[in-house]
């Protein structure tokens, strides 16, 4: 296993590279130019600019220099996380990106906690009491979370939460480890609404991963030995079922790290989702290229470690 994922760290570097290079080129071809946004600021004109004005704005950014000498200087000083400074706060980046990262994967982790623990559920019982009133259900209520927007879902949480219970959760982002009775009062909301969401296809995959395993040969052979349904679901069924539930389960924890841009607005949470769009709005380029990296090598560690927990799963499974 070792050697295995030594092998697959390496094949991080050139879908990394790749990954640098697209972003990069995206960026610097986007219509508009920067430095005449630096001088006319947000929601101002550059009218009054002159070209000398912009030339200098340009030459502190280094936008004056060469392409594949700004693509260098970028990535070699990623490597050694100093990705340079934001265009508009001119702090570091990674100092800018680490206040959002706890937040945002606080998000992510309680969301794929929220996720889980009703699509497992949901999914086996519909299995095993396919076609009844309690298959139907939950089938009816994961479809519901399939098609309602998260933003939808968002505002309807926080009306109930303000016009049932009279309250609000708390405004103003707060650390968990600052104050984690009150963090938590701030990001269950956000969590269970996208919890719900992607439960959905959790719970339906589940569901059709169940149906599957048990009509295999073994699973019968379970049943005749007259094993009680607990001790055939949990100790036969189950470890089979989850391969393909760890796979969706990890395409979506990947996907939360910048896909919670929506939640993050509705909950007033400053997380890397809602930084990305106001980087990309204001052409940041140091902030969007570094955020989309730092979204890829999340993505490539989250795949390793589903590709891992096959392992642990089903023993038939080798890496070699």
């Given at each position: 296993m070792r050697l295995y994922v030594i092998r697959r760290l390496l094949q991080f570097v050139p879908v990394m590279i790749a990954v640098s290079i697209i972003i990069f080129a995206i960026m610097r071809v986007l219509p508009g130019d920067v430095a005449s946004l630096v001088i006319s600021g947000p929601g101002g004109t550059a009218a009054g600019a002159t070209p000398a004005d912009i030339e200098r704005v340009r030459k502190e950014l280094g936008l004056d220099r060469p392409l594949p000498e700004q693509y260098l200087t970028w990535i070699s000083g990623f490597v050694r996380l100093?990705?340079?400074?934001?265009?508009?706060?001119?702090?570091?980046?990674?100092?800018?990106?680490?206040?959002?990262?706890?937040?945002?994967?606080?998000?992510?982790?309680?969301?794929?906690?929220?996720?889980?623990?009703?699509?497992?559920?949901?999914?086996?019982?519909?299995?095993?009491?396919?076609?009844?009133?309690?298959?139907?259900?939950?089938?009816?209520?994961?479809?519901?979370?399939?098609?309602?927007?998260?933003?939808?879902?968002?505002?309807?949480?926080?009306?109930?939460?303000?016009?049932?219970?009279?309250?609000?959760?708390?405004?103003?982002?707060?650390?968990?480890?600052?104050?984690?009775?009150?963090?938590?009062?701030?990001?269950?909301?956000?969590?269970?609404?996208?919890?719900?969401?992607?439960?959905?296809?959790?719970?339906?995959?589940?569901?059709?991963?169940?149906?599957?395993?048990?009509?295999?040969?073994?699973?019968?052979?379970?049943?005749?030995?007259?094993?009680?349904?607990?001790?055939?679901?949990?100790?036969?069924?189950?470890?089979?079922?989850?391969?393909p539930v760890i796979t969706i389960s990890g395409m979506q924890f990947g996907q939360l790290l910048g896909g919670t841009v929506v939640t993050e607005t509705i909950f007033s949470l400053p997380g890397m989702g809602s930084q990305l769009i106001d980087a990309l709005v204001f052409r940041d380029y140091p902030i969007v290229q570094t955020v989309i990296l730092i979204m890829s090598l999340w993505f490539l560690v989250v795949n390793l470690v589903v590709d891992l927990l096959y392992g642990l799963l089903d023993p038939r499974i080798r890496y070699s």
């Open positions: 100093d990705a340079g400074n934001s265009i508009w706060t001119h702090s570091p980046v990674f100092d800018e990106i680490s206040r959002r990262l706890p937040l945002t994967l606080e998000l992510a982790v309680l969301t794929l906690l929220f996720s889980l623990l009703f699509a497992l559920p949901a999914g086996i019982l519909s299995a095993m009491r396919q076609d009844t009133w309690v298959d139907y259900f939950f089938r009816f209520f994961s479809v519901g979370g399939l098609t309602l927007p998260t933003f939808w879902t968002g505002t309807l949480v926080i009306l109930a939460l303000v016009l049932v219970f009279r309250w609000i959760p708390p405004i103003g982002f707060v650390n968990f480890w600052e104050d984690p009775f009150k963090n938590l009062q701030q990001m269950v909301w956000p969590a269970a609404v996208l919890g719900y969401y992607f439960s959905a296809v959790v719970s339906r995959m589940t569901r059709s991963s169940m149906l599957e395993v048990l009509r295999q040969d073994y699973v019968r052979t379970a049943w005749a030995k007259g094993l009680k349904e607990k001790v055939v679901v949990m100790r036969h069924a189950m470890a089979n079922a989850l391969l």
